[in-house]
T-cell receptor, first 111, second 112 residues
Framework: KQEVTQIPAALSVPEGENLVLNCSFTDSAIYNLQWFRQDPGKGLTSLLLIQSSQREQTSGRLNASLDKSSGRSTLYIAASQPGDSATYLC??????????FGTGTRLQVFP | EPEVTQTPSHQVTQMGQEVILRCVPISNHLYFYWYRQILGQKVEFLVS????????KSEIFDDQFSVERPDGSNFTLKIRSTKLEDSAMYFC??????????FGPGTRLLVL
């Protein structure tokens, strides 16, 4: 069964820290992997998309890496800010079009 | 920047009633999806739609559910006879091809 797991489930850090959020997937034959941000009661905002042939993607203070062979991706957030507080979701697409989501990491950055 | 929109933002209904959730995907997109998220749980795939037909559906998407693209712009999800366990946030998504999925803001459905 294709499953996606994220650790930690929750994280609370002071402003300015560099963070690593982890995502693992059981089936390494992925098509792509996407990181999303979800604010409470809101929709999903796409942060980064990594194709299966890529190793990493960067956008501003965010960097996502992909290691297909080990079934892992990490989202690195540099110099965290209170505005980064949200739930971060990892989602994997296989050879069908649907996304399989992880359970999410709930991040709180306090001033 | 174009966005996926969904209406209504919130819907409260009685068990057994029919509901229709509406989505307007981004105009040049070809693939359309519905997902749901029960409070505190994972986002789950319901159905994908391409070329005016369902391309894949999950086990959740039983005979009580249907999708339609009635006029070439709207994309609807109908639940024929709602159950308590249908209470969730329902997200519509679209994409031009198999890459980044663009999600709408969601419809929060509460079945009483």
């Amino acid at each position: 069964k294709q499953e996606v797991t994220q650790i930690p489930a929750a994280l609370s850090v002071p402003e300015g820290e560099n963070l690593v959020l982890n995502c693992s997937f059981t089936d390494s034959a992925i098509y792509n992997l996407q990181w999303f941000r979800q604010d409470p009661g809101k929709g999903l905002t796409s942060l980064l998309l990594i194709q299966s042939s890529q190793r990493e993607q960067t956008s501003g203070r965010l960097n996502a890496s992909l290691d297909k062979s080990s079934g892992r991706s990490t989202l690195y957030i540099a110099a965290s800010q209170p505005g980064d507080s949200a739930t971060y979701l990892c989602a994997v697409m296989y050879n069908t079009d649907k996304l399989i989501f992880g359970t999410g990491t709930r991040l709180q950055v306090f001033p | 920047e174009p966005e996926v929109t969904q209406t209504p933002s919130h819907q409260v209904t009685q068990m057994g009633q029919e509901v229709i959730l509406r989505c307007v995907p981004i105009s040049n997109h070809l693939y359309f999806y519905w997902y749901r998220q029960i409070l505190g749980q994972k986002v789950e795939f319901l159905v994908s739609f391409y070329n005016n037909e369902i391309s894949e559906k999950s086990e959740i998407f039983d005979d009580q559910f249907s999708v339609e693209r009635p006029d070439g712009s709207n994309f609807t999800l109908k639940i024929r006879s709602t159950k308590l366990e249908d209470s969730a946030m329902y997200f519509c998504a679209s994409l031009p091809r198999r890459e980044t999925q663009y999600f709408g803001p969601g419809t929060r459905l509460l079945v009483l």
